[in-house]
């Protein structure tokens, strides 16, 4: 991957489009994982501040008899990791252990576009504090 942070990212933003790979076998677990985000998305809301998530949106792509997970961050690069002392963080990584094979394949950022009132909003939020 490139070096060069493209020009429309702003220095201390983190944007990434990560793919991981459900196990052979464990489509199941993936529909419990994504049940178990869905029906429980206020706690993982309320996780988002400390991370300085902005953006977070996942994807599920069933293609060629392979599954696969796509997660889209948009973040301050600041923002705090998984917190294992936090059910709904305990609760993320156990699933993704049972779901998904070990590691990301990370895409490269090429360009952000934001309209004016999106883009203050996301910077506010992802970048307050530096």
Do not use: Y
Not at 42 to 62: K, Q
Not at 91 to 96: F, K, L, M, N, V
């Amino acid at each position: 991957m490139s070096e060069e942070r493209p020009a429309s990212i702003p220095s201390g933003l983190v944007v990434e489009l990560s793919r991981a790979k459900v196990k052979p076998g464990a489509e199941a677990e993936a529909d419990r994982w994504m049940r178990m985000l869905n029906d429980r998305l206020d706690e993982c809301v309320a996780t988002l501040d400390r991370e300085r998530m902005a953006i977070e949106i996942v994807f599920r792509l069933r293609e060629d008899g392979e599954d696969h997970l796509f997660w889209v961050t948009v973040r301050g690069q600041d923002g705090a990791g998984l917190e294992h002392t936090l059910p709904i963080d305990r609760d993320h990584i156990e699933q993704a252990k049972r779901t998904k094979e070990p590691g990301w394949v990370e895409a490269e950022p090429q360009v952000l576009m934001l309209p004016e009132p999106v883009r203050t909003a996301v910077l506010n939020w992802a970048l307050r504090d530096q």
